[in-house]
């Protein structure tokens, strides 16, 4: 299982984790912040579980490059 998680409320924007991880991720027309697709809402963080393990590869790349490391991406 591949857990992928995103902290919306501190998106600033930039838009890296769309040009990453464009099957996962894309820009909210309504606040411009990442909208983590598919994913359930607990408080604040978003979180998509997936037994696809092809995600991660892309979910990682999307991870580092995000400035204010909002995004986790963790294997079980």
Same mark, same amino acid.
């Given at each position: 299982? #591949?857990?992928?998680?995103? +902290?919306?409320? &501190?998106?600033?924007?930039?838009?890296y984790?769309?040009?990453?991880?464009?099957?996962?991720?894309q820009?909210?027309?309504k606040?411009g912040k990442? #909208?983590l697709?598919?994913s +359930?809402?607990? &408080?604040?963080?978003?979180?998509?579980?997936s037994?696809?393990h092809?995600?991660?590869e892309?979910?990682e790349?999307?991870?580092k490059?995000?400035? #204010?490391?909002?995004?986790?991406?963790k294997?079980?």
């Amino acid at each position: 299982m #591949v857990i992928v998680t995103l +902290q919306r409320d &501190k998106c600033i924007g930039c838009n890296y984790c769309v040009e990453m991880a464009p099957a996962q991720f894309q820009m909210s027309k309504k606040d411009g912040k990442s #909208v983590l697709i598919n994913s +359930q809402n607990a &408080k604040g963080f978003y979180t998509l579980k997936s037994h696809q393990h092809i995600i991660v590869e892309a979910c990682e790349l999307a991870a580092k490059a995000c400035p #204010v490391k909002i995004i986790s991406v963790k294997e079980t």
